[in-house]
């Protein structure tokens, strides 16, 4: 089993930063990709940014600019450094992780974390 702990959410005003941290722990064999999704009241799941094993990037539009998404392959954890945060930004954010298990080492699994909270404020 694979399990994710998000944390670095919270409430700030617009303009302010915040850093969240991703882990990923358990029966790990191999993780592929790391990344952030979001999702607010009344929209879809998006992905915000996402890393991949090769270290390449994508971010979504509107968060380009402002947002990093960077991961510690020793640690198993990733990030997103979000800056000039705007109240639009206000969404539960979610953590996914692609990764083989020590079950299915050869078998990649999308692996979810519980969420946690960005409130922006005007």
């Known amino acids: 089993q694979v399990q994710l702990v998000e944390s670095g959410g919270g409430l700030v005003q617009a303009g302010g930063s915040l850093r969240l941290s991703c882990a990923a722990s358990?029966?790990?064999?191999?993780?592929?990709?790391m990344g952030w999704y979001r999702q607010a009241p009344g929209k879809q799941r998006e992905l915000v940014a996402g890393?991949?094993?090769?270290?390449?990037?994508n971010y979504a539009d509107s968060v380009k600019g402002r947002f990093t998404i960077s991961r510690d392959n020793a640690k198993n954890t990733v990030y997103l450094q979000m800056n000039s945060l705007k109240p639009e930004d206000t969404a539960v954010y979610y953590c996914?992780?692609?990764?083989?298990?020590?079950?299915?080492?050869?078998?990649?699994?999308?692996?979810w974390g519980k969420g946690t909270l960005v409130t922006v404020s005007l």
């Open positions: 358990g029966s790990i064999f191999r993780v592929l990709a």
């Open positions: 890393i991949t094993s090769g270290g390449s990037t």
């Open positions: 996914n992780v692609l990764a083989t298990s020590l079950a299915t080492p050869l078998k990649p699994i999308d692996y």
